[in-house]
């Protein structure tokens, strides 16, 4: 379960707040979806194992081989925030909905679709929650 203390959450502007980017301490990063107060889905990771070199470099203990960093700065940017970023221009985009299927205590999951493919299936395509991606402005 998600233990705040533990964590940064960040919102991300003109996104509905289902989405939140959480970084843990001990280096897992991801893109969390949030719903009736439990972590639904986890939707990518961007996880980081820190460690400095002898030399006094950072690298990801999690890649092999790894890139080696001139700062810790340098590998979280490199390694978690620009992946992270280039995921979200990917993904976000107002032709697009969050759908979340499942049973708290069950399986839960979540997924981005285009909208269009949110008709074919029905109004919530079997979704136990649905919303578009971007939130117009003044609402929630
Ligand atoms: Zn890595």
């Known amino acids: 379960m998600l233990r705040r203390r533990d964590e ?5 502007a003109g996104i509905t707040p289902k989405l939140q980017f959480c ?11 949030l719903h009736e107060g439990i972590v639904w889905d986890i939707l990518v990771d961007f996880d980081v194992i820190e460690q400095r070199t002898a030399d006094g470099r950072y690298r990801c203990r999690l890649c092999e081989p790894a890139d080696l960093f001139p700062s810790r700065e ?14 979200t221009n990917e993904h976000f985009d107002a032709s697009r909905s969050l759908l979340l299927f499942g049973q708290e205590g069950h399986t ?4 981005i679709r285009q909208t269009p493919d949110v008709a074919v299936g029905g109004p919530k395509a079997g979704a136990v929650y649905y919303c578009p991606l971007v939130q117009q402005a003044g609402t929630t």
């Not at 340098?74 to 995921?87: F, G, N, V, Y």
């Open 74 to 87: 340098a590998l979280w940017t490199s390694h978690c925030l620009e992946p992270m970023l280039a995921w």
């Open 23 to 33: 970084i843990g301490t001990r280096g897992a990063a991801g893109i969390m979806v």
């Open 8 to 12: 940064i959450v960040l919102g991300f």
């Open 108 to 111: 839960t999951y979540a997924q």
